[in-house]
């Protein structure tokens, strides 16, 4: 290798170098500007966050979440600075060794690379490794403020000892602390190793007979505190951390975990303590022998304790004989998901005890049974209706980008109804510039809204007959979804779209210089700063997104996928559900997120418990912004009642919503979603079935919206919402139903076509879900098999004369599709509905229904609506018209 010259050195130490002593002034001038500048933009940034969190409540979120990032930060900077500092000041205080040791080619490369830069390195790379430390500390700050505020819950760990409360609140503060001091002490022991070896006072090559006794024992005084911080780890963290092994076939501790990675771990903490004790005695004595010896048997011990072994008495031990040796601990992974999941709240239910649907809503059908009709099913997938609704209800500046489904009342009857938000849109504003963006197109325009059930004879959606149910007094959407990073400014001199006026006083005042120029920082834009027509009387509504403003309002909570409007006393309200979660709840198994939407934030990290503890609202037009706690749920919740000791007053008893929002909760879709991918294993309460899957569920597979079947949804079928009569007494309900075949998501060729259960979520009480199975046919009971959605789609697939309808309907380009797979319990049996769509070519095509399709006993019904359909149950049509306003002209409103 050959050795650089003084004309080679490293870039930034070469250019700096070169320089006079008045151009290195004038770039160390330009440096501090740079770093003023950054520094104001985040001061801007922080000035603006404390003035828009008085605006949006009155509990200091802002101020504790500060301090606690300032607490971990301070002592974050002043221990790591300190010991790195110390570590590297008292290293190269030593100075250089004799003129006449001999340097290595690595060593001399180094030099001749750095030259001065060496000095330069040994005072920055002590500070910067000091903010990167900092920085990644104080991002924990919720960790530290669970810690501080977390209680027992007077639940105990077996096995592994201690708390719940341990596991949710102090193990992850203590991980955090073994992970930073140790991180902290390697960056010191590898600053130092390179100032001795620059002074050649440590010597790799020889290191016994070469290197100075005060080096060494410095750099053992630094290896002996990682020891003992790492045997600290061992003993408290990894011990722990054992209840959360997925090395079995359950999260937990098994017989391995126990048997012998705790002892591993026991004794890997008592030879840490050794390794770090011989090492601080180099200081004083000449040990470095023996804490080598230490420090090898330590690592052999790990390697065999800790691999090998768990390896080797898995196969021999465990595996041969699994029923009997995990028993008990499979019992403890039951018991413990079910409490982390709250699956212990699930009623479940059989098939053979289902109350019959009432009189009124049955309907002939085939072989003399009867078939429930339920109130409405939607027919129209919200999913996929976007497109159509903005085609035909779309607004200048405004767009459609999510339709919602929820009930309403209409007239005495419970009906599904599709809700759409213009929300705001800055790619189609039709004049562009800061003014227009911020000043003048400042809002959304009202929901466009349609029954879910019933369309137009064209098949379209009917937004004519919901047009006077449904009275708005504030149709402008000041706040609602895809404005992110977009503000507004209102009460200006100039006027907003459509002639609006913002009456509220929720925006943050913007009347001082101080708090344009905050913004004019913030977002890197003068216009906020120099505007003539922000007056005294405007305000800044910042943060209107919903999901930007409950990440900011509350990080400490996880926020669902799916935020959606509802219609109360003239206004419209977001409602989204809050969960809170952690991956620490002891023998709890790790959820599946493949079922879970990309934006919800369950399905950001890995997660062993889950509560949907929160009911978070925002006004459409204001902003106002109430979290409620919900009441099972919620109530059952040791990480809310942490966080309502943090922020006192931040979360209201869901009893104080008001009647008309409160009407319109539903089921948390992402706990729902959670759940019944964990039901599909952990309806199991016996441990020898448990094990032997023969028991075993899996959400039944999503037959795809393509007719060839070509688009399956990844995480099984979606849960269906509709208005059902469960015979209870109660009346038509607003419920979502999911079902399972026989099964295991972990092997692909295990499902069975046969139904083997559905759970029901109770939308009208937003915490009820039950489940409902079916019985084995075994010769002693009347019910049959009953077949799972695979089976109805193998005979719509089956059927000739729509085979060829479907040839027909697809002339000229036009897209044939399917809409959602719709399971509608019906007592003891099952019905299936779904609708089948026609999209035309064009950028401005719509979709339109053009037939729904029901199944029961092996037949499928076709017709215009669903009351058609299930009636041609009992006598399949041979001929059903091509055209949809034909099919359409004598539709009906099902039920």
Request: proline content about 6%; hydrophobic content about 45%.
């Amino acid at each position: 290798m050959a050795v650089a010259t003084n004309t080679e050195r490293a870039f930034f130490v070469a250019f700096v170098e070169n320089r006079s002593k008045v151009q290195r002034t004038a770039l160390v001038v330009i440096a501090a500007v740079a770093a003023t500048l950054f520094s104001l933009r985040a001061i801007a940034q922080q000035a603006l966050n404390m003035w828009w969190f008085r605006t949006v409540s009155d509990v200091p979120i802002w101020r504790t979440s500060m301090l606690a990032r300032i607490q971990l930060g301070a002592l974050a900077m002043v221990v790591t600075l300190g010991v790195v500092g110390t570590s590297v000041w008292w290293a190269h205080r030593q100075g250089s060794a004799e003129p006449d040791r001999p340097k290595g080619r690595m060593l001399k490369w180094y030099e001749a690379k750095m030259g001065p830069g060496h000095r330069w390195l040994l005072v920055l790379a002590p500070v910067v490794f000091a903010l990167w430390e900092t920085r990644r500390v104080a991002s924990r700050w919720q960790v530290w403020l669970l810690y501080r505020e977390g209680r027992p819950t007077g639940a105990k760990v077996p096995y592994l000892g201690g708390d719940v409360g341990d596991y949710l609140f102090k193990l992850p503060f203590w991980n955090l602390v073994t992970t930073w001091l140790s991180w902290m002490l390697v960056g010191a022991a590898a600053l130092s190793l390179l100032v001795y070896l620059v002074n050649r006072r440590i010597s790799l090559r020889h290191f016994v007979s070469r290197s100075e006794q005060k080096a060494v024992a410095h750099m053992a005084v630094l290896l002996g505190l990682l020891a003992i911080v790492k045997a600290i780890d061992f003993m408290v963290v990894q011990r722990m951390s054992l209840a959360m092994s997925t090395s079995g076939s359950f999260v937990g501790a098994g017989y391995t975990e126990l048997h012998v990675q705790l002892t591993t771990l026991n004794t890997l903490a008592l030879i840490g303590f050794l390794v770090g004790i011989l090492c601080l005695a180099n200081v004083r004595w000449r040990v470095r022998r023996l804490a080598v010896i230490a420090g090898a048997l330590w690592g052999i011990v790990a390697v065999i304790g800790l691999y090998l072994m768990p390896g080797i008495i898995l196969r021999l031990k465990v595996n041969p004989q699994e029923a009997i040796v995990e028993r008990p601990y499979v019992e403890t992974n039951l018991a413990a998901t079910r409490a982390a999941f709250s699956l212990d709240d699930i009623k479940e239910h059989s098939l053979e005890d289902a109350p019959t649907p009432p009189p009124s809503l049955q309907v002939p059908g085939s072989a003399g049974s009867a078939k429930g009709l339920p109130a409405r099913v939607p027919l129209l997938d919200s999913d996929r209706y976007a497109p159509t609704f903005q085609v035909l209800e779309g607004r200048t500046a405004v767009r459609v980008t999510n339709v919602d489904v929820d009930r309403y009342d209409i007239d005495g009857a419970i009906r599904p109804v599709l809700l759409a938000a213009r929300s705001s849109d800055a790619g189609g504003l039709p004049q562009g510039g800061w003014e227009q963006k911020h000043l003048v197109f400042t809002h959304g325009d009202g929901l466009a809204v349609a029954p879910a059930d019933a369309v137009r004879p064209d098949g379209r959606p009917d937004f004519d007959v919901l047009a006077d149910k449904l009275q708005i007094d504030h149709p402008e959407l000041y706040f609602g979804e895809g404005v992110k990073g977009w503000y507004a400014i209102v009460g200006t001199g100039r006027a907003q779209q459509n002639g609006a006026t913002f009456d509220a006083d929720t925006g943050m005042e913007i009347n001082s210089l101080w708090k344009r120029g905050a913004l004019a920082f913030s977002q890197s834009e003068l216009d906020p700063l120099f505007s003539d027509y922000i007056t005294e009387d405007s305000q800044l509504l910042y943060r209107r997104d919903i999901n930007e403003r409950l990440h900011a309002m509350a990080p400490f909570l996880k926020w669902g996928s799916d935020p959606y409007p509802v219609v109360s006393d003239g206004r419209i309200t977001w409602v989204i559900d809050g969960f809170t979660s952690a991956d620490t709840y002891p023998n709890s198994q790790f959820a599946s997120r493949l079922s879970l939407d990309d934006d919800s934030d369950l399905n950001q990290g890995r997660f062993n418990y889950t509560r949907a503890s929160v009911k978070a609202t925002i006004d459409a037009y204001d902003g106002s912004v109430t979290m409620y706690r919900t009441e099972r749920q919620g109530g059952n919740d040791p990480i809310l009642d942490a966080w309502s000791r943090v922020y006192p007053g931040a979360f209201t008893p869901i009893a104080k919503m008001p009647a008309g929002i409160r009407s319109h909760l539903r089921y948390p879709i992402d706990l729902l979603k959670v759940q019944t991918s964990l039901l599909g294993r952990y309806h199991v309460t016996d441990p020898d079935l448990f094990l032997d899957g023969s028991r075993n569920w899996i959400v039944s597979g999503d037959p795809g919206s393509n007719i060839d079947g070509t688009d399956p949804a990844p995480g099984g079928i979606r849960p269906a919402p509709q208005v059902l009569d469960t015979a209870t007494g109660q009346g038509p309900r607003w419920m979502s139903v999911r079902p399972f075949n026989l099964g295991s998501a972990a092997n692909a060729n295990s499902p069975r076509a046969a139904l083997s259960a559905y759970a029901l979520a109770d939308n009208d009480d937003a915490e009820s879900l039950a489940l409902w199975t079916v019985p084995s046919p075994d010769g002693s009971s009347a019910q049959q098999q009953l077949g799972g959605p695979s089976v109805v789609q193998a005979a719509i697939n089956g059927d000739t004369e729509l085979s060829q309808q479907f040839t027909l309907l697809s002339a000229g380009g036009s897209k044939v599709s399917f809409g959602p797979m719709t399971l509608v319990p019906n007592g003891d049996d099952v019905l299936y509905v779904r609708p089948v769509y026609v999209t035309a070519t064009g950028k401005d095509a719509t979709q339109q229904l053009v037939e729904v399709l029901a199944y029961a006993d092996g037949l499928v019904g076709r017709g215009a609506n669903l009351n058609e359909a299930i009636n041609n149950l009992r006598e399949p049509v041979s001929t059903i018209p091509v055209t949809p306003a034909d099919r359409q002209a004598e539709a009906v409103a099902p039920g």
